[in-house]
């Protein structure tokens, strides 16, 4: 199982690093996404892959009496889907917002906290941000 | 148990609970959020003082003996930056109650800030390496809605590269966790550094390492990870970007000590080689950021990277003189960098600007104001007998020990143009006359601040001015906690036996 899901996890990994080099937000959004799934996957892996040993305590007993597969990677797993699902949809409205208030998506055209004049004098219209009202 | 480790976590979240039934009230959350700040100046306070009184506390929470459960662990070092974070929340606060803008306060801006501290103080005081990842999204989410309240055109372009690369240091933090959890089959700070002793796959832990190296270089800005930062730091309200550059890329900082004197100290000579090279052009990219900017927020915005220069800088020589430096290095930049981004609000609420070339005469008109930022900006820059020099001169003495010549060449010469963008602002924003395009002078409905509002505005820069002079010219008693607090960090048995076998 290991060798399947390390190529797994190296193609999300590769598809994601492509759609993160997007000019696309919302592909760079989903490019998140789909590491984030990775990630989760290489958790799942390095906690061992045991199969058919449910971590469960007989009746009884205090402590296991044969070998369990460990639980805890499945915890840390839900746990960072439960962070990354929160995150991916505030980074969906922000998308969202952003091409709204700006009419691109195009992350190269997002230049408005960088605007061109940088320099010493500012030209008359140029409205910096503690004055805009 | 000792449950005092718990309550500057408890008081800000109580805090922002209370502020949240309190939604619709605004005057009564700005009084909830000071109060509950106060609150946790003196519960870290108290926290330091028997941190260095009685040794390392611990708490497991829920009885889960370490390291079945997570570990709350308070040594010196995180007890140091929860109160200087506990300092900063309550003067923060103060000071928003005359900057923040109704709409804001509407949405929720209290609660918010609340849970922010919460996420920060959390990440400090956490012994768990997955609990850290946990506090580190608490704080990072809680940024995002912060840093894009507001809705301006600025603040959403800033808070969409902000969120992406953020999104995507975490990742990389997750799968470093994956990784350690693997190798060590425990996420226990002390228990992963007693397994990871004498282990003989250092390759696979130094590749780890490196994962956790570019997470939190991400986070903290150092170089060439860092674009992010003037990208998107001068967009939200002056007392957000304040609040920011003093505690957001310090848990960055935080994170890496703690990480590289604890666990990762398998192959020094590698790692913390490779730290010493990107802290050199991390302080000279900054500076030379900084020397081309003329919006005072993003001169102070690139100088929050050259600064972090300075700290990886000493985390990289790896002596006692050299962390303790370190440590005084960061609580230094978050009294003198937060402060002189508050004067540079104060200044925009009497002239109407940020941009230097619409600043002016404000020595002539607010001695006050200038003597303010002239305290923050010569510690900044480094000279005696401020909390700066010390800092510089610590680390920078931990170098010549080493005999690190040619870094301790490039921090000298970074030292110097720090002093050169201090001086730039001082002749653009108040020796200079005030020019006919700022506000003041063209728009007549432009009126400077007066009354309630004033004091707001100027006593939380008066008291933190205070404490920069104090620290720096009766340092000597602090700079005792500072080594001990360095020694802890040298010799990681102590945290280990603190957590492990109490």
């Given amino acids: ?133 | 148990m000792n449950h005092i480790v718990l309550y500057p976590l408890l008081i800000p979240i109580l805090t922002a609970s209370i502020a949240l039934i309190a939604f619709n009230n605004r005057r009564l959350q700005r009084w909830i959020g000071v109060i509950g700040s106060a609150l946790l100046l003196v519960a870290s306070s108290v926290l330091l003082y028997v941190v260095s009184t009685d040794g390392i506390q611990v708490v497991q929470p829920g009885n889960w003996e370490a390291p079945f459960g997570i570990s709350m662990v308070a040594d010196l070092f995180s007890a140091l930056m929860v109160l200087v974070t506990g300092l900063k929340a309550f003067v923060v606060s103060v000071y928003a109650l005359g900057d923040m803008d109704d709409e804001r306060e509407s949405f929720g801006y209290h609660p918010l800030y609340q849970i922010l501290i919460f996420g920060v103080i959390g990440a400090f005081l956490t012994g768990d390496l997955f609990n850290l990842y946990v506090w580190f999204e608490v704080m990072l989410i809680t940024s995002f809605v912060l840093l894009a309240l507001g809705n301006k055109k600025s603040q959403l372009d800033g808070a969409v590269k902000y969120v992406v690369i953020n999104l995507f240091s975490s990742l990389i933090f997750l799968s470093g966790v994956g990784i350690m959890y693997g190798i060590t089959g425990t996420l226990n700070f002390a228990a992963m550094a007693e397994a990871l002793q004498g282990t003989e796959n250092t390759g696979l832990v130094v590749t780890a390492s490196m994962m956790f190296l570019i997470a939190f270089g991400i986070k903290s800005a150092v170089f060439p990870l860092f674009f992010w930062l003037p990208a998107s730091y001068h967009t939200p309200p002056i007392t957000v970007t304040a609040i920011f550059g003093a505690l957001l890329t310090k848990v960055g900082v935080y994170s890496l000590v703690r990480m590289f004197s604890l666990i990762f100290t398998q192959d020094i000579g590698y790692t913390h080689t490779i730290l010493l090279w990107i802290a050199v052009p991390t302080m000279v990219v900054g500076v030379l950021g900084a020397a081309s900017q003329y919006d005072t927020r993003k001169i102070l915005s690139f100088h929050i990277v050259s600064q972090i220069g300075y700290m990886i800088m000493g985390l990289a020589f790896f002596t006692k003189i050299a962390l303790a430096g370190v440590i005084y290095y960061i609580l230094h930049n978050i009294l003198a960098k937060t402060n002189l981004f508050l004067v540079a609000g104060i200044a925009n609420k009497e002239v109407g600007s940020y941009h230097l070339s619409r600043l002016g005469g404000l020595y002539k008109t607010n001695p006050l104001l200038s003597s303010l930022f002239a305290i923050s900006a010569i510690s900044l820059a480094g000279l005696p007998p401020l909390t700066g020099f010390w800092a510089k001169y610590t680390v920078i003495y931990a170098g010549l020990e080493v005999q690190e010549w040619v870094v301790i060449g490039f921090a000298l010469a970074v030292g110097l143009m720090t002093l050169f963008s201090m001086t730039k602002i001082w002749m653009g924003a108040y020796w200079s006359p005030l020019p006919d395009a700022s506000r003041l002078a063209s728009d007549p409905d432009f009126k400077p601040v007066s009354g309630n509002q004033k004091a707001a505005l100027y006593i939380p820069v008066a008291i933190i001015a205070l404490v920069i002079v104090v620290l720096g010219i009766f340092g000597e008693p602090f700079f005792a906690i500072l080594f001990e607090a360095a020694e802890q960090l040298l010799d990681p048995s102590i945290y280990i036996n603190a957590v492990l076998n109490p």
């Fill in chain 1, 1 to 133: 199982m290991e060798p399947l899901l390390a190529i797994v996890i190296g193609v999300l990994v590769a598809l994601s690093v492509y759609l993160l080099l997007r000019k696309n937000l919302v592909r760079v959004v989903i490019g998140v996404v789909i590491l984030s799934n990775a990630v989760n996957l290489l958790i799942f892996t390095l906690g061992r892959l045991d199969r058919g040993i449910p971590p469960l305590i007989a009746a009884g007993e205090y402590v296991p009496t044969e070998a369990i597969a460990n639980p805890l990677p499945q915890a840390l797993v839900l746990t960072a889907i439960v962070i990354g699902f929160g995150l991916f949809a505030y980074a969906l409205v922000l998308t969202y917002r952003a091409y709204t208030e700006m009419g691109t998506i195009n992350v190269d055209d997002m230049r408005v906290a960088e605007p061109a004049y940088k320099g010493e004098e500012l030209p008359e219209t140029a409205v910096t941000e503690g004055e805009e009202k």
